[in-house]
Nanobody, 129 residues
Framework: QVQLVESGGGLVQAGGSLRLSCAAS????????MGWFRQAPGKEREFVIA????????SVADSVKGRFTISRDNAKNTVYLQMNNLKPEDTAVYYC??????????????????????WGQGTQVTVSS
């Protein structure tokens, strides 16, 4: 049974930082690309950033470019989202997702939620102004 468990969310002031973690189990983590998505109230789920099985970063949303970074530790089956210079518009529930990644894919492939095989339950991030 595959599980993705996010942690690290919370309340932070604008300009602050948070690091989210997503611990995976029940899958061969090193065979999967990982993505972070977010969903604000009343809005659709949107792509944030992704990392391939090999550690390359094929895609990042323009809204977070230069502020958010993604990394992974295959030994710990964990992917991280470092969020700096947070803004109130970053407020959302953040989800990690996994897609089996054994062939080369276009950068846009990782931005589409429907391409992912597994999802976590999400963690709330609230940025106050």
């Amino acid at each position: 049974q595959v599980q993705l468990v996010e942690s690290g969310g919370g309340l932070v002031q604008a300009g602050g930082s948070l690091r989210l973690s997503c611990a995976a189990s029940g899958l061969t983590f090193s065979n999967y690309a990982m993505g972070w998505f977010r969903q604000a109230p009343g809005k659709e789920r949107e792509f944030v950033i992704a990392i391939t099985w090999s550690g390359s970063r094929p895609s990042v949303a323009d809204s977070v470019k230069g502020r958010f970074t993604i990394s992974r530790d295959n030994a710990k089956n964990t992917v991280y989202l470092q969020m700096n210079n947070l803004k109130p518009e970053d407020t959302a529930v953040y989800y990690c997702a996994a897609v089996r990644d054994i062939v080369s894919r276009s950068s846009t492939y990782y931005t589409r939620p429907g391409n992912y095989d597994y999802w976590g339950q999400g963690t709330q991030v609230t940025v106050s102004s």
